[in-house]
């Protein structure tokens, strides 16, 4: 065949077109024969998740201290753009030109491609409440039940919130404390306080009724001592549940502890003719009145103004509004208001005998007991002192905590003084009742002089422990300096 017709059956020229290697050269062809291509072996499929053997890892270099370590590249493959942390080479990682619908390129990319992490959840959408002044959300109310578990959750978790309440201070670094939080944080834990008593006043349990008593009193003067951080209605209407709350404890307390101390006075006295007369008057009025007020204690707990209470216990803020001054800085408002209750305490102590009561035996025995309640006013207003320094002691510590326990003495031996003369007022009563006997009214005699002698040694005491006291009353507005 000729070149012509070789042309014309192929469509190029000859001498243009690739020999082709399987077919025998032909005679005078000089032009070298072309080596064939060597077959590529066959690649195993690799596993998902196993790296590619022929990707380079970028060599790692030590971090020289002081140094801010390089942000990591992202998951997933190589970044364009990015050089290598040795900084030995400007190689720039790109990816293969290869077709992303090709089944080649599918098929790496299923097998480089890591195992699929779990979706993160999805964060918490911002309250409408929380801003950036630095106080906390406020709790909703939830629906509050009279039950003594429900009110204990709702003081707890009340507590946890007003652990983020505050003003932000000037550095940011921690909130600045208010008068509010401080006062809040005091009432919390005397509702847990007076809560946990409620099962055991319905079983009768020892204390348990002086110890709940003794929380409504406390939560009582914390308001009366921070009146100017409360709107006064709120304030008044939960003062007034408290004091009825105590009323109706008051009872079963007063009879048991006159009938322990009445009893263990006639103990210490020689035994006459009239002593067992005496002991069961006094065993049969005093616990006779331990069982009423117990009875009165229990209706009281079931009825329907107690239930008010505790709902009123159980909200965030005790339901309780507060005026401006509530949100000042603590170490500035709280010592202020502190600091109050103890000059009313020393005008108080003013008008006491305390020359006369600070000399043992030197003058009669006070047995008409005139001045009784002169001593007890100023043993109130002790016992708002005392709890004022009490609340106080969370805030600022050691200097707050001295005072606190030196009010203890105070208002110890006052509550002492109270005692007696209740005590000697019942022994008087018992010994004038017509159908007591000449015996057993000698012996109720003698426990009233007992008891009398034991109000002048307790006006001893608090004349000797207030002069050093009273001199420490200034330092109380300087607690937050």
Not at 67 to 85: I, L, N, T, Y
Not at 341 to 357: I, K, Y
Not at 380 to 406: H, N, Q, T, W
Request: hydrophobic share 40%; glycine share 8%.
């Amino acid at each position: 065949m000729g070149r012509s017709e070789r042309r014309t059956e192929t469509g190029t020229d000859p001498e243009d077109a690739v020999p082709d290697p399987h077919l025998p050269r032909q005679r005078g062809d000089s032009t070298p024969a072309p080596t064939p291509p060597r077959p590529k072996p066959p690649t195993k499929p690799r596993k998902p998740g196993k790296p590619n053997p022929t990707d380079r890892k970028p060599k790692r270099r030590k971090q020289p201290p002081g140094e801010p370590a390089p942000s990591p590249a992202p998951a997933g493959g190589h970044v364009d753009g990015v050089v290598e942390p040795d900084g030995e080479s400007a190689r720039v990682a790109a990816p293969a030109e290869q077709s992303a619908d090709s089944p080649q390129a599918r098929s790496r990319a299923d097998a480089e491609a890591p195992a699929a992490a779990p979706a993160p959840a999805p964060a918490p959408a911002a309250s409408a409440d929380s801003g950036s002044s630095g106080k906390g959300r406020k709790r909703a109310p939830g629906k509050v039940t009279t039950s003594v578990a429900s009110a204990e959750g709702s003081v707890h978790g009340a507590k946890a919130a007003a652990g983020k309440r505050g003003k932000t201070s000037r550095s940011g670094s921690s909130p600045v404390r208010t008068a509010r939080d401080v006062l809040l944080d005091h009432l919390r834990g005397e509702v847990s306080a007076f809560m946990a008593e409620v099962p055991r006043v319905r079983e009768h349990g020892e204390d348990s009724a002086h110890q709940m008593r003794v929380a409504a009193r406390r939560m009582r003067s914390a308001l009366r001592t921070c009146q100017p951080l409360l709107e006064p209605e709120a304030a008044q209407a939960l003062a007034v549940d408290l004091r009825w709350a105590a009323d109706c404890l008051a009872g079963e307390r007063d009879n048991e502890v006159l009938l322990e101390r009445l009893v263990g006075a006639l103990e210490q006295l020689p035994v006459r003719s009239g002593t067992p007369r005496a002991r069961s008057a006094v065993e049969r009025r005093l616990r006779g009145g331990l069982a009423a007020g117990h009875t009165t204690a229990l209706r009281a707990l079931d009825s329907a103004d107690f239930a008010t209470l505790v709902d009123r216990l159980a909200e965030p803020e005790l339901g309780l509004g507060f005026t401006a001054e509530a949100d000042g800085p603590a170490a500035v408002v709280v010592p202020a208001l502190a600091a109050k209750t103890f000059r009313r305490l020393a005008r108080g102590a003013a008008g006491l005998p305390l020359a006369e009561a600070a000399v043992p035996y030197a003058h009669p025995v006070p047995l008409s007991g005139e001045d009784d309640e002169a001593w007890h006013r100023v043993r109130i207003l002790g016992k708002r002192a005392r709890y004022a320094a009490d609340m106080c002691v969370p805030e600022f510590g050691a200097p707050a905590k001295s005072l606190a326990k030196r009010m203890k003495e105070v208002t110890e031996s006052l509550g002492t003084h109270q005692d007696a003369a209740l005590a000697a007022e019942v022994a008087r009563e018992l010994a004038l009742s017509p159908r007591i006997g000449g015996a057993a009214a000698f012996v109720l005699g003698e426990l009233f002089t007992v008891q009398r002698f034991a109000v002048a040694e307790a006006r001893l005491t608090f004349a000797t422990v207030w002069p050093t006291l009273r001199d420490r009353l200034d330092e109380v507005e300087r607690w937050g300096d």
